[in-house]
């Protein structure tokens, strides 16, 4: 595997990212990465420069009410994530890269969600039709090693998940 597709799999496995894994991710990786607000490409270095001073603010809002016979309760939280910069937080990071030597590059949009944890950002990067995209790599895969095997050869592909 590509030092690129290991750190594709090691951020995308990671339930929770902290602002100092994402941004070393970027910088680790800035050859692949496309920082995305909504449609619209962004520089880089933009992007880092966003993740850097992110600010969260967690609002909360709970009402609760008492009757004779039902209790109603209701409660409503959001998370609102910003950048104290003028740059806006990247929405989506499209990678692309090489998944092994011989196979086609690969581009996959990885959607930014960022939660609070105690007051402090806890960021997931969600890979988009992370089933479809694996599905490629295997089917590039199997093309290559049919290619590169003689006709005598029975070539079985069996998806294990």
């Known amino acids: 595997m590509e030092p690129e597709h290991e750190a594709l799999f090691s951020v995308v496995n990671t339930r929770q990212l902290t602002q100092a894994d994402v941004i070393n991710f970027i910088e680790d990786n800035v050859h692949c990465i496309t920082p995305m607000v909504n449609e619209s490409a962004v520089d880089p270095l933009q992007a880092l420069a966003a993740f850097r001073s992110l600010t969260i603010n967690e609002a909360q809002s709970t009402t609760s009410e008492l009757h004779d016979q039902a209790q109603s309760v209701s ?87």
Do not use: C
């Not at 030597?101 to 890979?127: C, F, M």
């Open 75 to 161: 409660l409503l939280s959001g998370v609102e994530a910003a950048s104290k910069k003028a740059h806006p937080l990247p929405t989506s990071l499209v990678f692309t890269y090489t998944p092994a030597l011989g196979l086609q590059p690969q581009t996959i949009p990885l959607r930014v969600i960022v939660t609070a944890d105690n007051g402090k950002a806890a960021i997931k990067l969600r890979p988009v039709q992370w089933s479809q995209h694996m599905k490629r790599i295997t089917d590039d895969f199997e093309s290559v090693l049919k290619a590169a095997l003689d006709d005598s050869v029975t070539l079985y592909v069996a998806d294990l998940n």
